[in-house]
């Protein structure tokens, strides 16, 4: 049986969801990661130039530690990380593509209204 909401229990879900992506680089790394690719660290690092290492890290170990992002560890030298998305974290791509989708209709939204 689906979960019911009432406002209350709606919005305290979504403040929990939200809790998990918020982070200005997260979305970020998510969309470099969608479609089953598998990223080293440096990948990453390169696809988004702006964020630092430190940043990175955190990022990733916190999408690790809830379950959107599966970390591996090779035991080599020089140490290899790759990481992928969990089919969890993989099942966030409709949404997000819904969420572009969205933001792509405001200046259409907005010409509209100005023009009433």
């Not at 593509?97 to 509209?112: G, N, Q, V, Y």
Request: with cysteine; aromatic share 8%; charged share 25%.
């Amino acid at each position: 049986m689906p979960k019911r909401y009432t406002p209350t229990s709606a919005a305290a879900d979504v403040e929990a969801a939200l809790r998990l992506l918020e982070g200005r680089w997260k979305l970020v790394i998510l969309f470099h990661l969608f479609g089953g690719k598998v990223m080293r660290f440096s990948d990453l690092e390169r696809a988004i130039p702006n964020i630092t290492q430190k940043m990175l890290g955190q990022q990733l170990r916190s999408l690790a530690v809830d379950g959107i992002v599966l970390r591996t560890s090779y035991p080599q030298v020089p140490p290899k990380v790759e990481y992928r998305l969990t089919p969890w974290g993989q099942s966030l791509c409709p949404t997000l593509d819904a969420i572009l989708k969205w933001a792509d209709r405001r200046p259409a939204e907005r010409r509209k209204r100005n023009s009433l």
